[in-house]
Structures are given as structure tokens and as C-alpha cells.
């Protein structure tokens, strides 16, 4: 979202003008669009992606270039993302053809118990803002592992090169856009009560100017230091110190409108982290392979189970009102059964091949009136039982669940050798904690809000509680389909849960309803989780909305929905780089050499 940076590097998104040392360059155009060869990237912000290109033009592979991409991305989208939060990392390998995943995600401390987000006087849960803004939320950041781990693992280049133009950029700064401005001025408040916060976010107590340089040079200490320390420094060293020091005791400004709950982490939390090397889940989708997330993200299980509900019950190419409905259907009904199933694998016995099973798709998506909506909150069916080929749901309906953070960044990356990164990275909320490791020029994710405060409905079993040590439920959905076992398209995108529905409708637009993947990702979206109302954006044509209204749907606006990075190889061994047009701004794509 912040535009330009001043790299002394070729530029690589074209109609860009090059850079004169010591300046800050114009900002790099921004397309939405790029087709061509060599290697691809797609990302929310022109600086990010013409890293990751220059990357890759350098020889890097898509490894490289994705965490170089993400670690310029936590430079000039610091309140989604950084090496104080976590993600999920998708990787598909070309020489052994197989599709390999990385778990990052914040993990609570040892000290956390079930009851950690209620109020002890009441018994009941805080109010979500207090858990936002605190550092009990602070789960332990997985990002730097996830970064050494797939470098190491999957890439060319180490840590300290993977860091560099990132840490550039740091130095020599970007020029504030409206969007940067707006995070910051919309987190004016918050950001003001912890005093580094406000010292690196609100110069002179304002958010930047748009078309201002903001330098970040304390990240790009750190950034130098990580590289030639390594991620011990961060997780069994000195940095890790300072991380916990900080949850532990947020640094509060006086005068402070907040009380900024402590944290329970502790240095042995993390040093005892680990990124974990998951099995994807897989799905086969009218002869696509799909392959996504394991829990502890629920993204990869709930497109899943979606896409078979659709494949068993929606043929391709239905009018738009069908597949809309059908589309809305069956995240309902996914939606129910990821709620009640799905949490940390390591606590909770998730049934995952039940939920991925065709058989249960089969049972779940009978239950799809074509021409009515369902009533939500519809019940969850059950994965475990053998499929009887019946149609009816075994649960009770239970609660749906409460907000969640509209923050987080989504980057793709290809390279000339045909491995695909598809990576989901996050702070949790857009600014996380608002807490800002003094000195150190990044922010601590409140990923544990991600965890159900109580049980969503009294007397049913929930598998998002907080437990030491349990990662909370993710929606993230980082996701690549092969056809004919080579990749076709990696996609993905952040905003919370409807992360899932914004995957499942660009899949659905590009697969069965005959658009492009740029018409797929610029279509208008729609999100249905289960709750009373759907929610549509402003873009949805207005005899769509009578239309489904006329099915019983119950439409409610909002402004934005996701906002997509993806990626396609068409024939010839081209690849086409899709970013957002409009949502957020705009993002860019790139391609190493570009069609024309
Ligand atoms: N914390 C959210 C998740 O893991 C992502 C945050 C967001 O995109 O709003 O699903």
C-alpha cells in the first residue's frame, strides 16, 4: 500500500524511473496485471513485489524471493504484517512435483490457560478491545523461523541476503500513500498510549503526510542484525528479551486512555517454538488438484469442504444467480462444520479426512435448497460417522462466531524453474497490539485473540479455546491447484475469516463460471460464514441482489472484502501476475519479462 522506495537496484516494475542514489525515488507504477516469463509476484505494494522481482532476475528462486518480499512487505505494511507475527507458508517444489507447507503461527505461552481472556471478577469475557490492546495477546511470533526455515529448506539465498533490500528500504524509506496514512489515522488512538508506537508511527503526534518519506531505521537495524545474528537472536537470544520484556510490560505512555493487559510469555516460549513442516490438505476439484492449509488454519479444510459441496451440487457454468446461491450455500454449511470441528491439531482430534471426505460433501450439500437460502446458523453435520447416504444434519445449531481482525498481507511468487510460494503472513489486527518493541521498529501481533474468549455455545465442546501452547484458529488460506499434476494457479488474500470466502469465490469464478483469473479476483464478492446475513460489496449488481434476495437471502453491505494476490500459468509457459485493481488501493504484479 505504501508506495516507492529508494533502492540503488534496477527497477523491475515497468515505467518506473531509475533511482539516484541518496533520493528517494518516484514510487514504482502499480499494476494490477502482469503477463510474461521468468518468474512472477504479486503482492499489495510496487516496492514488495519489484524486490521480489529483482530477486528473482538475480538468480534467486521463488523461496527467496517471497521472503524477500515479505520482509519489504513488513517495511511498508507494518500493520499487517512483520517478524512479530506468523503465517503460513504453501510451497510447490518442480523437481518433486509436490506441494509442501510450513505452520508459523503465533503459539500461546506455556502460562496460558483456558480462562486467560476472562474477566476473573465476572467470569466472563474481557471486551475484545481489551484483549486486542494488551500484551496478553501476544502469541509467539513465528515469522523469522518461518522465513530461515523455508530458506533453508527450499531456498538459494540465507537469511542475511533474504533481509537486505528489505532493510534498504527500511533506510532509505517509501512515500506515504493514502492508505498507510488512513491505517495510521484510523489506529491514531490506540497507537498514542504505548510511547515507541507513537514515537515511530505518529511524528509529531499526527499520522504522516501522504506523499511523505517514511524511514523506519530501527527496522533496518534489525533487519541487519537478524541477518548476521540469526533467528536464535530472536527466539533464544537478545531480541527475544526485548520481545518478551515488552509484552510482559507494555510500554504505556502517560496519560495512556488504556490499561494495557500484561502478557504471559516468557523467553522459554520461545525457545521452544517451532515452525511446523504440515502435509497440505488436497482435494480433487472437477479434476483440479487443491491444495491448501492444515489446521492449525482452518482454510485449507474449509475451501476444501466447500468446493466438494459445490462440486457434488453446482454443475459449471449455472446462470450467476445460481452459482452465486450455490456458492453462498455451500460456505454456509462449511462454515458450520469448521467452527465446530477445527482448532489446533496437537489439542484438539480434528477430523479432517471426514471433512474432506466426498462422501460427507455428498451428505452436507443435499441439505442445499436450490432455490431458498438456508437459515443460518445452520448445524454442523458430522465428519466422523461413516457416509449413510442420508440427508440431514446431526448437530444443533450453535453460535456463530464473534469479529475478527481485518489485517494480515497475502504475496505469490513463481520462478523460471516452476516453484510456486503462495504465502499468508499477519500481525492478527491492522496494527496488532499497537505495541512496538522499543527501538526495534516493528509491532507485536494480538494473534490470540484469534482464540474464542468462551465456549461459542455453553455445553457444546469448543476446539478454540486457549490452552498453553495451542496456536489459535486460523482462516488463512494460502492456496496452489495444480492440473495434470503442474501448477495452474496460486491464490490467496487476508481479511479474517471471509480470507476463505474470498479464496472459494476467485476459485469458483476462475474454474466453473468462465472468467478470467483477473475477472475472478475483480469481481465483486460476496461472503456467507454462517451468520444471519450474507455480506455483499457495493459492486454487486443490484438485480443479482433482488435476485437473491428473492431466495431468502439476507444481504448487508460492506465496503471491502479481501484483497487478493494470485497467480496462473497459461499456456506456452507464460505466467500471468494478478493483483487487486482497486481493493486496498491497489496491488502490483510483476513478471520477470514482461509479454510486451
Ligand atoms: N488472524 C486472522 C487469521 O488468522 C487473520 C487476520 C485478518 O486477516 O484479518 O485468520
Not at 467470569?123 to 522465513?147: E, R
Not at 497475502?410 to 499497537?434: K, P
Request: aromatic residues 6%.
Amino acid at each position: 500500500m505504501a508506495l516507492g522506495a529508494a533502492l540503488g537496484l534496477a527497477l523491475t516494475v515497468p515505467g518506473v524511473a531509475s533511482a539516484h542514489p541518496g533520493e528517494t525515488p518516484p514510487p514504482p507504477a502499480k499494476q494490477p496485471v502482469a503477463t510474461g516469463w521468468g518468474g512472477a509476484v504479486s503482492s499489495v505494494d510496487p516496492d514488495a513485489t519489484r524486490i521480489g522481482l529483482d530477486v528473482l532476475r538475480r538468480g534467486g528462486n521463488a523461496v527467496d524471493a517471497a521472503v524477500a518480499t515479505a520482509a519489504a512487505l513488513g517495511v511498508t505494511e507494518p500493520y499487517s504484517s512483520g517478524i512479530g507475527g506468523g503465517g503460513y507458508f504453501v510451497y510447490y517444489d518442480a523437481r518433486s512435483r509436490t506441494v509442501r507447507t510450513l505452520d508459523g503461527r503465533e503459539t500461546a505461552p506455556a502460562a496460558m490457560r483456558e480462562g486467560a481472556f476472562l474477566d476473573p471478577a465476572t467470569g466472563l469475557p474481557i471486551p475484545f478491545d481489551q484483549g486486542v490492546n494488551s500484551g496478553l495477546s501476544v502469541g509467539v511470533p513465528g515469522t523469522p523461523q518461518t522465513w530461515n526455515t523455508a530458506l533453508r529448506k527450499w531456498g538459494t539465498t540465507d537469511l542475511r541476503a533474504a533481509l537486505r533490500p528489505a532493510q534498504q528500504l527500511a533506510e532509505r524509506g517509501f512515500v506515504v500513500d493514502a492508505t498507510f496514512r488512513d491505517q495510521t489515522a484510523a489506529n491514531a488512538t490506540r497507537f498514542d498510549d504505548i510511547t515507541p508506537t507513537a514515537k515511530l508511527f505518529l511524528p509529531n503526534g499526527q499520522p504522516p503526510v501522504v506523499g511523505s518519506v517514511f524511514r523506519n531505521p530501527d527496522l533496518a537495524r534489525t533487519y541487519d542484525e537478524l541477518g548476521r545474528k540469526g533467528v536464535d537472536w530472536f527466539y533464544r537470544g537478545g531480541l527475544g528479551r526485548e520481545v518478551v520484556r515488552t509484552a510482559q510490560r507494555p510500554p504505556v505512555a502517560p496519560g495512556a486512555d488504556r490499561v494495557f493487559r500484561p502478557g504471559l510469555i516468557e523467553t522459554d516460549d520461545l525457545a521452544r517454538y517451532r515452525v511446523l513442516d504440515q502435509r497440505p490438505t488436497r482435494i480433487d476439484y472437477r479434476g483440479l488438484d487443491i491444495y491448501g492449509m492444515a489446521p492449525s488454519s482452518s482454510g485449507g479444510s474449509t475451501v476444501g469442504e466447500a468446493l466438494n459441496i459445490l462440486e457434488t451440487t453446482a454443475p459449471p457454468r449455472m446462470d450467476e444467480v445460481g452459482a452465486t446461491h450455490y456458492y453462498l450455500e455451500a460456505s454456509r454449511l462449511a462454515f458450520a462444520d469448521r467452527n465446530r470441528y477445527v482448532g489446533d491439531p496437537a489439542f484438539v482430534d480434528v477430523p479432517l479426512r471426514g471433512l474432506l471426505a466426498d462422501g460427507f460433501a455428498k451428505e452436507r450439500g443435499c441439505l442445499i435448497d436450490p432455490d431458498h437460502a438456508a437459515v443460518s446458523p445452520v448445524p454442523p453435520g458430522d465428519p466422523t460417522a461413516p457416509y449413510q447416504r442420508r440427508c440431514a444434519p446431526s448437530g444443533t445449531p450453535e453460535a456463530t462466531e464473534p469479529i475478527e481482525g481485518l489485517s494480515t498481507t497475502h504475496l505469490v511468487t513463481a520462478d523460471r524453474w516452476g516453484n510456486v510460494v503462495s504465502y499468508t503472513l499477519t500481525i492478527e489486527q491492522t496494527g496488532g497490539s499497537a505495541i512496538t518493541v522499543p527501538g526495534r521498529g516493528f509491532l507485536l501481533n494480538n494473534e490470540l485473540t484469534d482464540f474464542n474468549f468462551a465456549p461459542l455455545t455453553p455445553g457444546v465442546p469448543d476446539p478454540n479455546l486457549p490452552a498453553p501452547g495451542k496456536r489459535p484458529r486460523s482462516s488463512m488460506s494460502p492456496t496452489i491447484v495444480l492440473k495434470d499434476g503442474r501448477p495452474f494457479v496460486a491464490v490467496g488474500s487476508p481479511g479474517g475469516a471471509t480470507i476463505i470466502t474470498t479464496v472459494l469465490q476467485v476459485l469458483n469464478g476462475r474454474v466453473d463460471r468462465g472468467l478470467t483469473l483477473p475477472q475472478a479476483v475483480a469481481a465483486p464478492r460476496l461472503s456467507q460464514r454462517n451468520g444471519a446475513a450474507t455480506e455483499v460489496e457495493p459492486g454487486v449488481p443490484a438485480s443479482l441482489r433482488t435476485a437473491l434476495e428473492q431466495r431468502g437471502h439476507v444481504l448487508k453491505a460492506n465496503p471491502e472484502i479481501g484483497a487478493v494476490a494470485a497467480l496462473e500459468f497459461l499456456p506456452g509457459g507464460r505466467i500471468q501476475a494478478v493483483a487487486e485493481p482497486a481493493r486496498r488501493g491497489g496491488g502490483a504484479a510483476g513478471v520477470v519479462r514482461p509479454e510486451n
